[in-house]
């Protein structure tokens, strides 16, 4: 009897290093039997495709007062959502301002952000500017340019280029290298070879 005793005592005092020696056998197959987790993959870089095209479309914006904004149409394009660009053919854009002066513009193909208000003209550009008065009634004449891409910016009335362009204003012409012209402030700046005609106002 007093062996069995003797025998459970040393049971019961080895008893809770036995267990702890299982328990960690257990969480060493655990891990082993555990598949290892794969690193997260890095996210595939957006592809320049299109989602969406238009054939033969044309696509007006309208301002808070329910006012024409610009209109947008072309032989195709397509919508690239990377960027959210839309690349057209053929183009052709309307475009009014605040105080209803008409901005025409056209090329071969164009870069456009989504409102049409950054466009980049690529081939046989032209963007004309009708004529207006402005805030103090003065009488401001019709602008064209011309050239094989013109950068303009609708809505804050800025055409700029880093190729050969060609510039009429009213009667007088110029033509340079490079151009950057806004209209809001009444600045042209003209670079590169520059050369100029000017003729005098006609009387009435």
Request: hydrophobic fraction near 40%.
């Amino acid at each position: 009897m007093n062996r069995l005793r003797d025998w459970f005592d040393r049971l019961t005092l080895y008893l809770p290093v036995f267990l702890m020696g299982l328990l960690a056998m257990a969480t060493y197959w655990l891990v082993r039997s555990t598949p290892a987790i794969e690193a997260s993959r890095p996210a595939a870089p957006a592809q320049h495709l299109p989602d969406y095209f238009m054939r033969q479309f044309s696509v007006k914006t309208f301002d808070a007062r329910g006012l024409l904004k610009s209109e947008v149409t072309g032989a195709e394009a397509h919508h690239f959502p990377d960027t959210d660009t839309i690349e057209i053919d053929q183009v052709q854009i309307r475009s009014f301002n605040e105080e209803g002066t008409l901005t025409t513009a056209s090329a071969l193909r164009a870069l456009s952000n989504s409102n049409a208000s950054d466009v980049q003209l690529i081939g046989q550009a032209l963007v004309v500017r009708q004529a207006s008065r402005d805030t103090s009634g003065k009488e401001q004449p019709a602008l064209t340019f011309k050239g094989e891409f013109l950068h303009a910016f609708m809505d804050t009335e800025r055409v700029t280029s880093d190729k050969p362009v060609e510039l009429t204003r009213g009667h007088d012409r110029f033509t340079a290298n490079s151009m950057d012209f806004d209209n809001k402030d009444r600045v042209l700046l003209l670079t590169g070879r520059v050369r100029g005609q000017l003729l005098p106002a006609r009387t009435p």
